[in-house]
């Protein structure tokens, strides 16, 4: 078979989803890259590992000739709230490294994974149940690129034929990877506390509403889409989906359920606190569930008994 190539590899969600890949199609047929070497040996000795920039298209064409590349998911990007106190870094990267890989994916003929996410929408947006097709007017950076990314996957599919694919994620929890700069962060964070600490300091307003996926449900998320029937699709690049939405004392109250004495405060970021009131409650993913199948497996209660249950055991040792 030929190789699939993920960028961005060291990351939250990139981390995880090439040790998924790795398992399903073998580790040599899985080319891990990024521009930071993995502390996660797994990552770099259990397959190829490259370090490879996306800001520079030379380099990306050298790792393309290096390996036999079929499948690209492009997963290097800065987000929301890091890109809010660097536009321009935020720019480059997820504008000029998504077109390096986009030109590499023709030239090569890959197909290609791009990741959108809640934050391509804006204040004009429907917030409740946010149709797949609507208003994107968002006012961040990060979201200019999202929209923009969303928009020059289309255009690739539609004027070079590429195979492009994509979903808009909500906020991403996990325990293996540390997400980095993101408005939904907290929802990470929060778990670590309370098993620690049994108290978290919240940077958002208690009753801020978002949708959230529990890792395992994102990563097949990924491989279902790229393995789906081309036909049935009508969207391709911006699917809607999600698992579950919640507010920070919703959350709260459900980490109340397996740790009584949880307690959480608020001193609220005004940055990250407009970035999440810009975005949707919950959104319609309902285009995904009838083009390609896509069902959640998790939702808050039995995400929230996993995590604890794993950050607990990890302590303990
Ligand atoms: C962020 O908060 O920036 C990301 C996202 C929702 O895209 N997790």
């Not at 390996?67 to 800065?78: E, P, Q, S, Y």
């Amino acid at each position: 078979m030929k190789q699939i190539l993920v960028t961005g590899s060291v990351g939250q969600i990139g981390s995880e989803l090439t040790h998924a890949l790795r398992e399903r199609y073998g580790e040599e047929n899985v080319v891990a890259t990024d521009i930071r070497m993995p502390s996660d040996t797994r990552l770099r000795d259990a397959g190829p590992f490259e370090f490879l920039d996306v800001l520079d298209p030379n380099h990306v064409t050298r790792v393309m000739q290096i390996h036999d590349i079929g499948t690209i998911f492009h997963l290097a990007a800065v987000l929301s709230a890091i890109g809010e106190s660097r536009p321009n870094v935020a720019w480059q990267v997820n504008m000029n490294g998504l077109y390096n890989i986009l030109e590499a994916a023709r030239q090569y003929q890959c197909s290609m994974f791009f990741p959108s996410s809640i934050g391509a929408f804006g204040k004009s947006t429907p917030k409740d149940n946010t149709p797949q097709d609507t208003i994107q007017r968002p006012d961040t950076i990060y979201g200019v690129t999202k929209v923009a990314g969303e928009l020059i996957c289309d255009y690739y599919h539609k004027r070079f034929d590429l195979d492009t694919r994509g979903v808009r994620f909500p906020g991403m929890i996990s325990h293996e990877t540390e997400p980095g700069g993101g408005t939904t962060d907290y929802a990470v964070e929060i778990f670590f506390e309370a098993v620690k600490h049994k108290r978290y300091t919240c940077y958002l307003r208690e009753d801020t509403s978002l949708d959230m996926m529990y890792m395992p449900d994102a990563i097949r998320a990924m491989i279902d889409l790229m393995e789906a029937d081309a036909s049935k699709l009508k969207h391709r690049n911006a699917f809607n989906i999600t698992a579950m939405n919640f507010t920070p004392a919703q959350l709260a109250d459900e980490i109340r359920k397996h740790i009584p004495e949880f307690e959480i405060e608020y001193e609220v970021d005004p940055v990250r606190q407009e970035i999440a009131d810009s975005w949707p409650n919950y959104m319609d993913d309902s285009a995904a569930r009838d083009e390609w199948g896509w069902n959640h497996e998790y939702d808050l209660a039995k995400m929230t008994s996993d995590m604890i249950k794993v950050i607990s055991d990890r302590i303990k040792g």
